[in-house]
């Protein structure tokens, strides 16, 4: 069965430093993945996707993620935390063998960013 | 940008009445549009499937006659809550896809959520 899990339910990093989310696929197909973020009462914005070009993906405010197809990976980082990135964070898989090109979630991960 | 409107952002209703949920693409045709209910503190749980013109497709667990979709036109998607109880009480988020280059490596688009609380 094809899934997505993320490592780590919550995340605590000091403005400033490195933001590490992870996030693990399981798929027998070429995946499509996406990393999104959700501010409490909101819905979810996109901060990048992987289609199968370039590996590395570069997002909005900072993010980027590496596709590692060996590692089955699709790992989101920030080299510098802001208190703005505090949010939670899925990361998403849209399977190419599906007929509605559905997304399946992780479960989630809180980012907490302290002063 | 593609925008989602989804409306209202939340709603109090007494329990064994019905609620509907509208969600909108402003800017673009979607003939799928998805559901979504997330619990606080959890992931997003994909309810259903709905198709422009045809029925909707529900996920395994989701009861039909519970959750009505209807998807009446290309922009329009609408889930009613019928005899809602304080367990239904959550957040749905709608989604659409705006096709772009593809199905399925389009990203989709989400709505800001409705806040249904039952009592």
């Known amino acids: 069965a094809q899934s997505v899990t993320q490592l780590g339910s919550h995340v605590s990093v000091s403005e400033g430093a490195l933001v590490l989310l992870r996030c693990n696929y399981s798929?027998?197909?070429?995946?499509?993945l996406f990393w999104y973020v959700q501010y409490p009462n909101q819905g979810l914005q996109l901060l990048l996707k992987y289609t199968s070009a370039a590996t590395l993906v570069k997002g909005i405010n900072g993010f980027e993620a590496e596709f590692k197809k060996s590692e089955t990976s699709f790992h989101l980082t920030k080299p510098s935390a802001h208190m703005r990135d505090a949010a939670e964070y899925f990361c998403?898989?849209?399977?190419?063998?599906?007929?509605?090109?559905?997304?399946?979630f992780g479960q989630g991960t809180t980012l907490q960013v302290k002063p | 940008g593609a925008v989602v409107s989804q409306h209202p952002s939340w709603v109090i209703c007494k329990s064994g009445t019905s609620v509907k949920i509208e969600c909108r693409s402003l800017?673009?045709?979607?003939?799928?549009m998805f559901w979504y209910r997330q619990f606080p503190k959890q992931s997003l749980m994909l309810m259903a499937t709905s198709n422009e013109g045809s029925k909707a497709t529900y996920e395994q667990g989701v009861e039909k006659d519970k959750f009505l979709i209807n998807h009446a036109s290309l922009t329009l998607s609408t889930l009613t809550v019928t005899s809602a109880h304080p367990e239904d009480s959550s957040f749905y988020i709608c989604?659409?896809?705006?096709?772009?280059?593809?199905?399925?490596?389009?990203?989709?688009?989400f709505g800001n959520g409705t806040r249904l609380t039952v009592t």
């Open positions: 998403a898989v849209s399977f190419g063998s599906s007929n509605t090109g559905k997304l399946i």
């Open positions: 989604s659409a896809r705006d096709l772009g280059t593809g199905i399925f490596n389009s990203p989709l688009h």
């Open positions: 800017d673009f045709q979607a003939t799928t």
């Open positions: 798929s027998s197909v070429p995946p499509y």
